[in-house]
């Protein structure tokens, strides 16, 4: 069931933007990064994360969660669990050592390839895609396109943090769309 319109958790998740870092310059001048590793390690506001982002899932039937390199593999597997589901990593090329199926996909500053095992996903199989951002929804497209080709119907993409005026979420209107936090301009 599509969901375009962003939608708030049932527990209020405003509590973890003061756990996030603000970088200012970061990975270059003009950008403000918001980096999560300082709410990694705080234990109540992870564990709080993960429940909130799983919360949205619990009733959808989901089979596999899908987690994209690096930070995706973060949050994937804990989602995973409390989602009573199965993991399956989506890797950079050349990682995964079975055969594999690719997606090419554009970047605002070049491409980028993802790779899932072939045999990862069984046709019919309801997935979550999970990942830290959704900023200009490249990545989370992309992965979107490659479990559909191996079969996979999109059971929603959850993300951690939505950065609101990259307007990634225009890119997946078909999706539930599923967003913890949300930062405007």
């Given at each position: 069931?599509?969901?375009?319109?962003?939608?708030?958790?049932?527990?209020?998740?405003?509590?973890l933007?003061k756990l996030?870092?603000?970088?200012?310059?970061?990975?270059k001048?003009?950008?403000?990064?918001?980096?999560?590793?300082?709410?990694?390690?705080?234990?109540?506001?992870?564990?709080m994360?993960?429940?909130?982002?799983?919360?949205?899932?619990?009733?959808?039937?989901?089979?596999?969660?899908?987690?994209?390199?690096?930070?995706?593999f973060?949050?994937?597997?804990?989602?995973?669990y409390?989602?009573n589901?199965?993991f399956?990593?989506?890797?950079?090329?050349g990682?995964?050592?079975?055969?594999?199926?690719?997606?090419?996909?554009?970047?605002?500053?070049?491409?980028?390839?993802?790779?899932?095992?072939r045999?990862?996903?069984?046709?019919?199989?309801?997935?979550?895609?999970?990942?830290?951002?959704?900023?200009?929804?490249?990545?989370?497209?992309?992965?979107?396109?490659?479990?559909?080709?191996?079969?996979?119907?999109?059971?929603?993409?959850?993300?951690?943090?939505?950065?609101?005026?990259?307007?990634?979420?225009?890119?997946l209107?078909?999706?539930?769309?599923?967003?913890?936090?949300?930062?405007?301009?």
């Open positions: 069931m599509p969901n375009p319109a962003p939608q708030q958790p049932r527990l209020d998740c405003e509590p933007k996030i870092r603000e970088v200012p310059d970061f990975p001048k003009g950008i403000l990064f918001y980096d999560i590793t300082t709410l990694l390690k705080d234990k109540l506001g992870l564990a994360l993960i429940d909130a982002l799983s919360e949205h899932y619990l009733t959808a039937g989901i089979d596999l969660v899908l987690g994209m390199e690096a930070r995706g973060i949050f994937g597997p804990a989602v995973a409390r989602l589901a199965g399956v990593p989506l890797r950079k090329p990682k995964l050592p079975a055969a594999t199926a690719k997606f090419d996909y554009a970047l605002e500053y070049g491409t980028n390839t993802l790779e899932i095992h045999d990862a996903i069984q046709k019919g199989q309801r997935v979550l895609i999970v990942d830290d951002l959704l900023a200009t929804g490249g990545t989370a497209e992309a992965t979107a396109g490659l479990a559909r080709s191996l079969g996979a119907e999109i059971a929603g993409l959850g993300f951690v943090v939505e950065l609101d005026f990259l307007k990634g979420r225009d890119k209107k078909e999706y539930d769309v599923f967003s913890l936090l949300h930062y405007g301009e």
